[in-house]
């Protein structure tokens, strides 16, 4: 795989074979090295054979091998003449971060930090397959999908506040409730409210080191707060609702001539109904998974307000972002000086809006969006 070397931490794939644009990895020397033998460079190349791509197919420094798509890539395909690829998004979609703040320091927590702990592994259940407290009907799961975290707020899991410094406010308005199979139904209708397995995890977590005062202050964060992450996504529903997709997608891509360089990019065009009900289907999973993380929070409040004996006031527990991962969504772009129509596919990665972006929240809107960076199984994490 020819890499072109851009700078120290940007590297170029050139344009060649079937590839429509050039692929661009950010990563330094040391690196590289693991993207290189773990041939996810190669599906940076492939991702740039997607009919509709533009700019270029892209990888962020933690990418790795994955479905079609290395974990970590991102690319955006034209909404007129462009195909949405299941691969691009994943198959837990709309898996994200969401962050708490507290007005807590470690030492008002450190005493009771075991029980803490028992605490949520009891509130908010984890594992393959587990379900949690929550029994839906299949008539509600269809709400959910609609209605994303809004749907637990109108039920009871937090308050409207806690939508203000979501993404999109907590929902997509492409979802259609009706798409999902009865499987993905199915799945779904004990898992709100749960982490899952894998790199899923809900931490207590301590802000050890603020580089940027003003921007801190900002998000409500300061050195030695406890603050709440929690890592998780649209668990077996949307892994059903992928599942169900990638079928449909194998028919599409001979129905419509496509050539692809791996069949695990398998894609339909967006204009397409395939394209159209995969994306739609693919919203409902991604409310579902906003839905599990506001039920998350509630019964994380729950906990802390029991075992601490204080009042949700003195806590202050607000969601500082909730940002997903693992998403395919509709948005503007300037491309070429033009502003542009487009598919943007994230697997493994958050957008990054910048200061005065108008999907910001207005509190945070004169520094840019939080960007939250889940660490794997321990390890620290950022924002």
């Not at 929550?134 to 959910?144: D, G, P």
């Not at 899991?157 to 410094?165: P, S």
């Not at 500082?320 to 502003?339: L, S, T, W």
């Amino acid at each position: 795989m020819p890499l072109e070397k851009i700078d120290d931490f940007r590297w170029r794939i050139p344009k060649r074979g079937d590839m429509r644009v050039d692929g661009l990895i950010y990563a330094d020397e040391k690196m590289l090295a693991h993207i290189v033998d773990e041939k996810a460079a190669e599906q940076v190349a492939n991702v740039a054979c997607l009919p509709g791509i533009v700019g270029r197919s892209l990888a962020m420094p933690d990418i790795h091998w994955g479905y079609g798509f290395p974990i970590g890539g991102v690319a955006a395909t034209a909404v007129e003449d462009g195909v949405i690829s299941p691969g691009g998004i994943g198959y837990d979609i709309s898996c994200g971060v969401r962050l708490l703040g507290t007005r807590l320091t470690l030492k008002e927590v450190e005493r009771k930090l075991e029980r803490l702990a028992d605490g949520l592994f009891h509130n908010v259940p984890s594992g393959v397959g587990v379900g949690g407290k929550l029994r839906l009907s299949a008539q509600e799961i269809r709400k959910v999908f609609r209605k994303g975290a809004r749907w637990a707020v109108e039920n009871g899991f937090g308050d409207g506040d806690d939508l203000d410094t979501c993404e999109d406010g907590g929902f997509l308005d492409t979802a259609d409730p009706e798409l999902p199979s009865e499987r993905a139904v199915k799945r779904g209708l004990d898992q709100l409210g749960t982490l899952g397995s894998g790199n899923h995890f809900l931490e207590i977590q301590r802000v050890e080191r603020v580089f940027d005062p003003v921007i801190a202050n900002t998000f409500g964060l300061f050195e030695g707060q406890i603050a709440v992450m929690v890592h998780t996504g649209s668990r077996g529903c949307g892994y059903q609702i992928c599942e169900d997709s990638l079928a449909e997608m194998q028919t599409a891509v001979r129905k419509y001539g496509l050539s692809l360089p791996d069949r695990q990019l398998s894609c339909a065009p967006l204009s397409s109904p395939e394209g159209r009900n995969y994306f739609a289907a693919m919203s409902a999973g991604a409310n579902y998974a906003r839905a599990n993380r506001q039920v998350i929070t509630h019964w994380v409040r729950e906990t802390f307000v029991s075992i601490l004996g204080a009042s949700p006031r003195d806590l202050n527990m607000e969601v500082v972002y909730d940002v997903c991962h693992n998403i395919g969504k509709i948005e503007e772009h300037v491309v070429d000086g033009q502003k542009r129509k487009l598919c943007v596919h994230r697997k493994g990665a958050t957008r990054a809006f910048p200061a005065g972006h108008p999907d910001i929240p207005e509190k945070y809107r004169l520094v840019g969006q939080p960007v939250l960076i889940p660490g794997t199984m321990g390890t620290c994490s950022y924002v």
